[in-house]
């Protein structure tokens, strides 16, 4: 068998690239070890009748991005349909106070003017100032860097603001989330809105372009929201594999690739686990660097150095529950929000995803909750709901516990799991009434687990690797990358590569772009 692309992986970016190939015309073949398609976008059944995407739930990246509107048509042919709420998030503080966002400028300008005069203005001014950049700002996250578009971009915009224009701008771009949290806003409330959004990108509010990063997320939730799909995300893989089989390209499942092949100093197939060989005109491969530089091809010397320095960032823990009824909110006005933060401001934020980084089950987690039956009822029985909770700050090798309650060890056993499970239920249900009589069913899903299903989550990280600005852009995966693959035909995708993790499937977008898509 032979083919014009073999896909390594089925993850968001190789479906982007298997369908825009296969729309090309190309023979494409996507290769998958697990037991389905999709990677993170994976929706089980808590209990019979209720659904839960494991793990990815949000689309809003994809639904904005290039990929996106390139493939959003085809794929809503094959029933990947949006639902949407005009809450986006929110943040419910231990005391019961909270911030909720609304899809209208205005009407969040007013709110945050009223809560401390000023900062609804300077909402309305980041968000803005976001908006007029958006060409060339989105063109940096999501862009093929090396190219001459990217390099015309430059140009211009060297023109327009002038070399130290420039310098200021990429020096403003680098500010940490809390400096422009702390600076610009007076009211805790507003901060605290903001700040648990760094987590998902994979920072912290120290972190550099944390700032950059909290303001394109609250331009994107006000104007875009935080849409997920009908029937959950792995309705959204369901339609990928339609397009992609009815413009002739094929998907296998069980399909465990041992070793790319090459010739020449080119790649020329793939050989799988079982011992068949698959040739290739192309090898796309959505991994992570140490499979690719260790599992599946012999490093050269740079790539060897470079993958021994790469690093992981902190864990992922997810927590489901399935409920009797809607949760009661103590707090009025959350019914309806997609995504609601449970975090006490920018301090929490930071203390939660340190003591994660150093290897600590956090005291009081960033917790997140989505509400998924609220935007798509069709995931339950009527009547009932569906609580999606994530934890973005979790240890990937466990060194103890912040609170000094959990005994643990080194892993995340099963105990431990449960353990760090009903800490967050606990501070869950302090803000739901008659929390413990509406549970139905809860799952909890450790970091060991998610690797367990997904190998390029090591240790649980769902961002491919760290998000320090030495592992970003330029830099990603490795300080020679990208554009610096030393075999032809060879192309590296994924959330571990430009530009990066999330559901914008930008990395396997550009390398379907690059071959002509």
Not at 324 to 336: F, I, K, N, S, V
Not at 349 to 371: D, F, K, M, W
Request: hydrophobic fraction near 45%; include cysteine.
């Amino acid at each position: 068998m032979a083919v014009d692309h073999v896909i390594i992986g089925s993850g968001i970016n190789a479906l982007v690239a298997a369908a825009l190939l296969s729309l090309k015309g190309d023979k494409v073949l996507v290769l998958e070890r697990e037991d389905r398609i999709g990677g993170c976008l994976r929706t089980d059944e808590l209990i019979p009748g209720f659904s839960h995407d494991v793990m990815a739930a949000t689309f809003v990246l994809f639904m904005t991005s290039p990929a996106g509107a390139a493939l959003g048509p085809h794929l809503a042919r094959h029933g990947m349909e949006y639902c949407h709420s005009p809450h986006p998030t929110a943040v419910l503080r231990p005391d019961g106070e909270a911030l909720v966002l609304a899809m209208d400028r205005a009407e969040n300008i007013r709110r945050f003017n009223a809560l401390a005069p000023g900062d609804g203005t300077r909402h309305g001014t980041d968000v803005g100032a976001i908006e007029a950049d958006a060409p060339f700002l989105f063109s940096l996250l999501g862009g093929d860097l090396w190219s001459w578009p990217t390099l015309k971009l430059m140009f211009g915009q060297v023109r327009r603001r002038g070399l130290k224009g420039m310098a200021a701008w990429f020096g403003s771009a680098l500010a940490p989330a809390r400096g422009w949290l702390e600076t610009q806003y007076k009211s805790p409330l507003v901060q605290a809105l903001w700040a648990p959004w760094v987590l998902h990108c994979g920072l912290t509010p120290e972190s550099a372009y944390s700032a950059q990063m909290g303001k394109v997320i609250a331009f994107a939730l006000e104007a875009a929201g935080a849409p997920i799909v009908k029937g959950g995300a792995g309705q959204a893989a369901e339609a990928f594999r339609k397009l992609i089989e009815e413009k002739g390209g094929t998907l296998r499942t069980g399909a465990d690739v041992a070793r790319i092949l090459t010739a020449n100093g080119r790649a020329t197939g793939v050989r799988l686990a079982d011992g068949e060989e698959i040739a290739a005109k192309n090898v796309l491969a959505s991994v992570t660097p140490s499979q690719l530089w260790g599992r599946l091809l012999d490093a050269p010397p740079a790539e060897a150095e470079a993958t021994r320095a790469f690093r992981h960032g902190r864990g992922d823990f997810q927590l489901h529950f399935a409920l009797d009824r809607a949760p009661e909110w103590r707090t009025p006005g959350l019914d309806q929000v997609a995504l609601i933060h449970l975090s006490d401001g920018i301090d929490a934020v930071s203390r939660s995803a340190n003591e994660a980084e150093r290897g600590l089950l956090p005291a009081v987690p960033t917790i997140c909750v989505g509400q998924p039956s609220q935007l798509d009822p069709s995931r339950c029985p009527d009547g009932k709901a569906v609580l999606w909770l994530q934890i973005p700050d979790a240890p990937r090798v466990i060194k103890g516990d912040a609170a000094g309650e959990i005994t643990t060890g080194a892993d995340w056993t099963e105990a431990t799991r449960e353990a760090f499970a009903d800490r967050i239920e606990a501070i869950l249900s302090r803000h739901i009434k008659d929390f413990a009589a509406i549970k139905l069913a809860r799952r909890a899903y450790s970091p060991a687990d998610l690797q367990a299903m997904n190998m390029n989550l090591v240790g649980g990280d769902p961002y491919g690797g760290s998000c320090t600005i030495d592992q970003f852009f330029l830099w990603r995966p490795f300080a020679h990358s990208p554009g610096a693959c030393p075999i032809k035909g060879l192309h590296h995708i994924g959330a571990s590569t430009h530009p990066g993790p999330g559901l914008g499937g930008g990395s396997g977008f550009n390398a379907a772009k690059r071959l002509g898509a």
